[in-house]
């Protein structure tokens, strides 16, 4: 089964976005030894196994950018909270492709 995932951003993407003073909803959800070994300063870290559970967290209507290690489990976030009406965007490549500055 695979993701079906119309609405991407590159890391490169992203990090200009926040240069340039923008304030996105980013969120992390990686484990929680992954965020803390480095992550973006403006996400927010809610683990893939809490997503649904936390999605009061978020608004549906405000784009959210999702953020894992290599875009795999962010895939699947995004699937999980489009099926449930969420703004969402996949952040291509993960982590592993972010040259940014970590917190």
């Known amino acids: ?5 119309d609405k991407e951003i590159s890391a490169q993407e992203l ?11 980013i969120v992390d959800v990686r484990e929680p030894a992954e965020w803390a070994e480095g992550h973006i300063e403006a996400a927010k870290h809610i683990p893939l196994g809490e997503l649904l559970e936390r999605t009061g967290e978020l ?19 995004y699937e999980m909270l489009k099926e449930k009406g969420f703004k969402v965007v996949n952040m291509t490549g ?10």
């Open 59 to 77: 608004d549906p209507k405000q784009e959210t950018i999702l953020v894992c290690r290599s875009g795999n489990r962010s895939g699947l976030a």
């Open 94 to 103: 993960g982590m592993n492709a972010w040259n940014g500055d970590l917190a």
């Open 1 to 5: 089964m695979g993701f079906k995932i």
């Open 15 to 25: 990090w200009e976005r926040l240069k340039r003073g923008e304030k996105p909803v």
